[in-house]
């Protein structure tokens, strides 16, 4: 990959980390609030977030856009009837998501914001990541 | 400069970050995905050569890898350089509620009383931050995405599996929230 592009990417993740700073995503307070259901703020940016996505997807896929350097865009689907990894593993994530008040995007803002102990949350999850993969073969999918 | 430290509105960073998805589908047929990356970066040094973490994650994450860099930056940006000096708006009752807990700390974006270097030896702040973390890495992947990879893209993309997630997510979320917080603090 060329160094333009990867600025192109380091461009799109600034304005990603910003936003989720300003709109305090970052907040492990507003993930309280969200998990008590005493906002609508994270509900209106999760869900508007989607409504915008899926307009997207479809317009994107309905013409058959292909991408910057013409190559046709394909996403592949997930496959549902592995609905115990989901179910377990995204639980096990939901747990951490309100323990830690940070999911992997936040952490790493957050650790951008001069919250520097967040790179213990950080380490831990690739700690986390790393044991996911030593086990994987001896989990129900 | 002075607009740069306000807080964003939920109606204008939303769709703001549902665009994430086309933008990167558009650029190089990309799908946003955060965690992905703390795969890529186990496969980069895979000590027990794990065959999870066997695959080309140059090829497969440099663009991803380079995007949280980014979102490093942004943080910076937004949470250092033009921080919002002012504590979170936050719903009356979600105060009342964590100050019954033992909560103090209002001021920042994490409480220092569970999140900072101060009280990582504390019971407490070990289960948050260490156990916090570990989940966070594990669930993403065992559920094969986060809040990006599946609230965000797998959502926008009309995916049934990433519906289970978000599912999974909120049933972990209320346990946590409602009956094992309690018990930690």
Known sequence: MKFLEYLKYLLIGTAFGFILVKSEVVSWFRIQEMFRFDSFHMYGIIGLAVVVGIISVQIIKRNNITDTKGNPITIPPKDATQWKRYIIGGSMFGLGWALLGACPGPMFALLGSGITVMIIPILSAIAGTYVYGMLRDSLPH | ?185
């Open chain 2, 1 to 185: 400069m002075d607009i740069l430290s306000q807080p964003m509105p939920w109606y204008i960073a939303g769709p703001i970050i549902g665009l994430t998805v086309p933008v990167l589908l558009l650029l190089g047929g990309k799908m946003f995905g955060v965690s992905a990356n703390l795969r890529h970066t186990c496969a980069a040094c895979n000590f027990g050569n794990i065959e999870f973490f066997n695959y080309d994650w140059k090829k497969a994450g440099s663009w991803n890898l380079v995007f949280l860099v980014g979102s490093i930056i942004g943080g910076f940006l937004g949470g250092y350089i033009f921080a919002n000096p002012e504590p979170i708006n936050l719903a009356s009752s979600t105060i009342t509620d964590l100050k019954a807990l033992g909560i103090n700390d209002f001021s920042g974006m994490v409480p220092t009383d569970l999140i900072s270097w101060d009280v990582i030896g504390t019971p407490a702040g070990l289960t948050v931050m260490v156990l916090g973390g570990f989940l966070v890495g594990f669930g993403a992947r065992y559920a094969g995405g986060c809040t990006s990879g599946h609230a965000i893209s797998g959502l926008s993309d009309l995916q049934l599996a990433s519906l289970v997630a978000v599912i999974g997510f909120f049933i972990g979320g209320l346990l946590m929230t409602y009956l094992i917080y309690p018990l930690i603090l």
